[in-house]
């Protein structure tokens, strides 16, 4: 049996959000500080959408005050450290974002954020005001993509004054302005789909298990909103990437219109591809008419497959892989005719 891989690339947008600064005059009454996400994606296991959902997890916010005449590009060093990573939950009564300790808008001066996602990140968070640098030291992904972090960072919200959009969830939308939280994924997403090769419908190819290896561990610094990766390396005593497909699972027949996309994605962080390190291994099985063909294991090494030298950050990889059979086919030759040493003599009288 032999098999034959094919790649196609296809990147994630992110969602791009104008802001503006709205500053309210016309009251004295203290203001409270929310925040309305923008883009977002589930912590456990990568999912579409540019909504931050409720059901998503608790973020983590950095915020700094500058007086009047100061402003965070030139000034941040003389920031004052007004939330020190909090986290950030989901108000169902008010249908937006905030702190569990309620927090206001300053009298005068300005107000600079910077936030992250999932608060609980498998890893080391600070921010450094004076560089400018949040850094998410020694993240760490699961082995199985399902527990798996989808990590975020947000585009620095600087020198606001109050409120400034509303937050509108996967339901309805908030009636409360707040802090736009404009996510950025820090991951990369690799995903494997299947489908046989043309001829082979009579035949019942089984997908067994299908596990990758690449580095799980890494250092992501984002300094003035320009994210990179460090010191990838792999988890000591960590185990490869699990696409897990529960032994059960069909190849389509070979007249699909697509290929069948098995288990869920995994969110590796982003690295460059290296020879013998980002294996890739599929075991599955052969069965025709209940009689059982057997199974076979496959590992190729992933940085030979069509020219992808790297996983970015922010976009989704998808190795669609083709599965073929070796036909049978005969190859007729006769064994000539033999004689004995000595002609048989008959004699006839």
């Not at 030139?74 to 108000?91: F, H, K, P, R, V």
């Not at 560089?131 to 972090?149: G, I, M, Y």
């Not at 298990?209 to 250092?219: D, Q, R, V």
Request: proline fraction near 3%; charged fraction near 15%; include cysteine.
């Amino acid at each position: 049996m032999k098999k034959f891989f094919f790649l196609a690339v296809a990147a994630v947008a992110v969602l791009a959000a104008c802001t503006k600064n709205n500053v309210d005059n016309t009251s004295n009454k203290a203001r409270q500080i929310n925040f309305s996400t923008v883009t977002g994606m589930n912590t456990k296991a990568p999912i579409t959408g540019t909504i931050y959902k409720t059901t998503d997890p608790q973020f983590g916010m950095f915020c700094y005050a500058l007086v009047d005449g100061k402003n965070w590009t030139a000034n941040s060093a003389d920031g004052q450290l007004y939330m020190d990573n909090e986290t950030i939950s989901y108000n169902s009564t008010d249908k937006i974002w905030e702190t569990s300790t309620v927090y206001y808008w300053p009298l005068s001066g300005s107000l600079t954020f910077v936030g992250y996602s999932p608060k609980n990140a498998a890893g080391t968070v600070a921010y450094n005001k004076s560089t400018k640098a949040l850094t998410v030291t020694d993240f760490e992904v699961n082995s199985a993509a399902a527990s798996q972090q989808d990590l975020m960072w947000a585009t620095t919200q600087k020198d606001l004054t109050d409120n400034q959009s509303t937050y509108t969830s996967e339901i309805e939308t908030s009636t409360k302005t707040g802090v736009n939280v404009i996510f950025h994924h820090a991951l990369s997403q690799v995903k494997f789909n299947v489908k046989k090769a043309a001829g082979l419908d009579a035949y019942t190819i089984t997908v067994n298990s299908i596990t990758f290896s690449a580095y799980n561990k890494g250092t992501l610094t984002v300094t003035n909103d320009v994210p990179v990766w460090s010191a990838q390396a792999l988890i000591t005593g960590g185990s490869a990437f699990t696409y897990d497909t529960t032994g059960s699972d069909v190849v389509a027949p070979n007249n699909a219109s697509a290929f069948a996309a098995f288990g869920v994605a995994n969110m590796p962080v982003p690295q460059a591809l290296v020879a013998d390190t980002q294996k890739f291994t599929i075991t599955y099985s052969l069965e025709k008419d209940g009689v059982n063909l057997g199974s076979k294991t496959v590992t190729t090494d992933l940085r030979v497959a069509d020219g992808v030298t790297e996983w970015a950050q922010n976009t989704i990889y998808n190795y669609n892989i083709v599965i073929d059979l070796n036909k049978i086919y005969f190859n007729p030759t006769i064994v000539e005719w033999t004689s004995p040493e000595a002609n048989q003599q008959i004699d006839v009288q």
